[in-house]
């Protein structure tokens, strides 16, 4: 696996930059405690993750497999039970695909939704059921405390994944931009509602996360240069 050759010399400095800010916010905002030296572990992967994803680097699938996993722990752990199932399913339908597809790699052709109506139906039925199911689970089983932009987020990152894994669509990243907008601002209330260092460190990780999505419009891989 070539897990860090052939990328745009943006996501060298991207994760570079990003991975010392992360490393350091977490060690001068939290207590060194499972679950803060877990958030590091699983921010620096889940950083790393979407920065291949960015370069259609089939490595993604395995590194976001394990950042999934320690997410899972500390958004439980913070009630945020919508972003514990989201990383489930994103094993399921971002991850697992990704690794299991051996042709997945920068050579592989970006296709766009524009002029197929068919797929764009597809992702807008996808979009509702996922959201009304998530938001059922959220509200009538989890009890959770901020149930509009968890489950918001979390149906964004499944639509995302598909779109990307499944599509290979340009149009994912405008999915994963306001999923990962939406997404910082949910950690932002829980940093709020709970003055959580850990919660701080996720709201930091996903707005390294958009800048990053950004960089796929520019970097030539998914959109003509």
């Known amino acids: 696996m070539n897990t860090f050759k052939n990328w745009s010399k943006s996501s060298y400095y991207i994760y570079g930059i990003g991975a010392i800010i992360l490393t350091i916010l977490s060690l001068t905002t939290s207590a060194i405690t499972v679950c803060s030296v877990l958030s590091l572990i699983g921010a620096l992967f889940g950083f790393l993750s979407v920065v291949l994803i960015v370069n259609k680097n089939r490595s993604a699938g395995y590194v976001g497999m394990v950042s999934a996993i320690i997410y899972m722990f500390v958004s439980w752990s913070l009630g945020n039970y919508s972003d514990t199932l989201l990383n489930i399913l994103f094993i399921a339908f971002l991850n697992l695909p990704l690794i299991l597809n051996k042709k997945y790699s920068d050579k592989v052709e970006s ?6 109506k068919d797929l764009k139906e597809i992702l807008v039925l996808l979009f509702i059921a996922i959201y009304l199911s998530l938001f059922t689970i959220e ?4 009890n959770a405390p901020r149930p509009i932009f968890s489950v918001l987020a979390a149906t964004l990152g ?16 405008v999915i994963w931009g306001a999923q990962n907008i939406f997404q910082t601002v949910l950690w932002g209330i829980t940093l709020y509602q709970t003055g959580s260092g850990v919660a ?18 520019f970097n030539g891989k998914w959109f003509d240069k």
């Open 200 to 217: 701080l460190l996720m709201m930091a990780t996903y707005t390294m996360y958009t800048i990053n999505a950004s960089t796929a419009f």
């Open 158 to 173: 499944i639509v995302a994944s598909i779109a990307t894994s499944f599509f290979v669509l340009k149009e994912s990243f």
């Open 139 to 142: 509200v009538l089983i989890f």
């Open 111 to 116: 296709t766009s939704i524009r002029g197929n």
